[in-house]
Each structure stands twice: as structure tokens, then as C-alpha cells.
């Protein structure tokens, strides 16, 4: 596709269940990255994958929160029993992969936790 | 880690006044310095970038500015107009690693 694209565009789920989001980076990105936006915040960074180096989760908020990405395809981030302060839109990025890359975002996922 | 601090969080101007977003950056191993834009309901975009090896970038009517000794670099948008009213993001980085700052909402009245 011409961006990132990510699904669902919106989630509504209840506390305590598990939810799984999809990230498809563009064509040819090997750089992805996962942030966090609660309402009115700043971009909170999550994790990041590059190649087939392991990935960089050092912004993970606890261990209910995993991700993972095949080869330079598609990333799903999963949240175990979540809790209402996970509500936020989660943003997929991608680059090219080298170290001054344009990030491309896609639209984000809207996460409601009732 | 690296920590990103950024002021003010709102701003509000006159059409045609300048605006000055700020940035501290932890990490001295910071090497690259991006500036994106998030209008109200759409994804950020990129604006402009300054890389470690160059102390100032203009295009057009914005302007970076960074200070390497100080850890910190700026946001400087010239004539401003509506259509500049977004949240504008900082962020620093080294290898591919970008830490974004807490955003800035510029409100550019007419």
C-alpha cells in the first residue's frame, strides 16, 4: 500500500480481556516502531524493531504488553488483560531503517477499555 | 534512558507573530533531531529535521536551531498563519531510536 496502515481503526473492549493490534509498516521499511498517545499527551515510545536485530522494548509499561514483527512484514502489538488506563491510540511508524529516516505514521488505533 | 522535555505545552499567537518551541534532550549520545506536526485527528508528520554536525536548518518559515554543549534545540516558525495550528512534537535520537517530547499546542488566531 502507499502508508502505513493499521487495524482495527478503533477497539472497544472490556477490562480484563485481551486485545491485538496490527500494524502493516510500508513496502521496503525495515525500521518499525509502536507508540503509546493518551487523550491530549505526547507520544509515549513503546517498542522498536529493526531487520532482524532483536527488538528494543525497553518502553514496554509492564508485561502485559507484547509485540512482535515477521522479518520486515507486518507487527502485531498485543495487550494482555487490559486495564482502563491502556486506553489510548497506539501509532504504528516505519522508516527505511537508517538512523536520520523520515518516520511515516499510520492512522493509530483508538483503544477503548470500558 | 533518554528523557526529552519540552516547553511550553500550549501557546497561543497572533497571526503574523512568531513562535518558539523549546526542547531538552538527556542523551548526549543524541544525534538526530526531528520536528514533526499533528494536526487535530491526523498522524504526525515530519516539518524538519537537524542532524548533530550543523548548529542551525531554515525552510522557508521555520527554522531549527540546536545546542549541542546545552543539550538543547528549538522550534522557531516565522509569520505565523491558522494553518499552523497543530501540536508540534520534538523528539532525539541516536542510532534509530526517537524519543518524542510531550508536544506543544500553537493556536494561531486570526
Known amino acids: 500500500g502507499a502508508g502505513v496502515s493499521q487495524s482495527p481503526s478503533n477497539k472497544v473492549t472490556e477490562k480484563g480481556k485481551d486485545v491485538e493490534l496490527r500494524c502493516d509498516p510500508i513496502?521496503?521499511?525495515?525500521?518499525l516502531y509502536w507508540y503509546r498517545q493518551r487523550l491530549g499527551q505526547g507520544l509515549e515510545f513503546l517498542i522498536y524493531?529493526?531487520?532482524?536485530?532483536?527488538?528494543?522494548k525497553s518502553g514496554l509499561p509492564s508485561d502485559r504488553f507484547s509485540a512482535e514483527r515477521t522479518g520486515e512484514s507486518v507487527s502485531t502489538l498485543t495487550i494482555q488483560r487490559t486495564q482502563q488506563e491502556d486506553s489510548a491510540v497506539y501509532l504504528c511508524?516505519?522508516?527505511?531503517?537508517?538512523?536520520?529516516?523520515?518516520?511515516?505514521f499510520g492512522s493509530g488505533t483508538q483503544l477503548s477499555v470500558l | 534512558g533518554e528523557n526529552v522535555e519540552q516547553h511550553p505545552s500550549t501557546l497561543s499567537v497572533q497571526e503574523g507573530d512568531s513562535a518558539v518551541i523549546k526542547c531538552t534532550y538527556s542523551?548526549?549520545?543524541?544525534?538526530?533531531f526531528p520536528w514533526y506536526k499533528q494536526e487535530l485527528g491526523k498522524r504526525p508528520q515530519l516539518i524538519i529535521d537537524?542532524?548533530?554536525?550543523?548548529g542551525e536548518k531554515k525552510d522557508q518559515r521555520i527554522a531549527v536551531t540546536l545546542n549541542k554543549t546545552a543539550k538543547h534545540f528549538s522550534l522557531h516558525i516565522t509569520e505565523t498563519q491558522p494553518e499552523d495550528s497543530a501540536v508540534y512534537f520534538c523528539?532525539?535520537?541516536?542510532?534509530?531510536?526517537?524519543?518524542f517530547g510531550t508536544g506543544t499546542r500553537l493556536q494561531v488566531f486570526p
Open positions: 511508524a516505519s522508516s527505511r531503517g537508517s538512523r536520520y529516516e523520515k518516520l511515516f
Open positions: 513496502s521496503g521499511h525495515t525500521a
Open positions: 524493531f529493526q531487520g532482524n536485530s532483536a527488538p528494543d
Open positions: 542523551d548526549s549520545a543524541s544525534n538526530y
Open positions: 537537524i542532524r548533530s554536525n550543523v
Open positions: 523528539a532525539a535520537g541516536n542510532t534509530d531510536k526517537l524519543i
